[in-house]
């Protein structure tokens, strides 16, 4: 059984920092791409990053490039979303995703992932 297990959110100001980790256990986390989505309230569930199985490709939304950086630790079975020059907008739940197939590249849609972590939060203070 897959599981995902997301920490690492808070409470931070504007400007501030903050990385997040998801540990995946059930399967070779190795072979599968990951992704980080986040939902506010209110709104839609929503992409924010993925990163390939092999860990050389990545793909970020608009609204976190040059600010949000995903990485993975296979040896540690996590994947990391760095997150710098937070701003109140960048308030939500995030979650860590992953497909059912393996050896992917990952997508932008939430409907194309099988496994879901049950989130962490992160409130960013004007």
């Known amino acids: 059984q897959v599981q995902l297990v997301e920490s690492g959110g808070g409470l931070v100001q504007t400007g501030g920092s903050l990385r997040l980790s998801c540990i995946a256990s059930?399967?070779?986390?190795?072979?599968?791409?990951m992704a980080w989505f986040r939902q506010a309230p209110g709104k839609e569930r929503q992409f924010v990053a993925r990163?390939?199985?092999?860990?050389?490709?990545?793909d970020y939304t608009d609204f976190v490039r040059g600010r949000f950086t995903i990485s993975r630790d296979n040896a540690k079975n996590t994947v990391y979303l760095q997150m710098n020059s937070l701003n109140p907008e960048d308030t939500a739940v995030y979650y860590c995703?992953?497909?059912?197939?393996?050896?992917?590249?990952?997508?932008?849609?939430?409907?194309?992932?099988?496994?879901w972590g049950h989130g962490t939060q992160v409130t960013v203070s004007p």
């Open positions: 059930g399967r070779a986390f190795s072979r599968y791409a």
């Open positions: 995703a992953t497909q059912q197939g393996a050896y992917g590249s990952g997508s932008t849609r939430p409907s194309m992932y099988t496994y």
């Open positions: 990163i390939s199985w092999t860990g050389d490709s990545t």
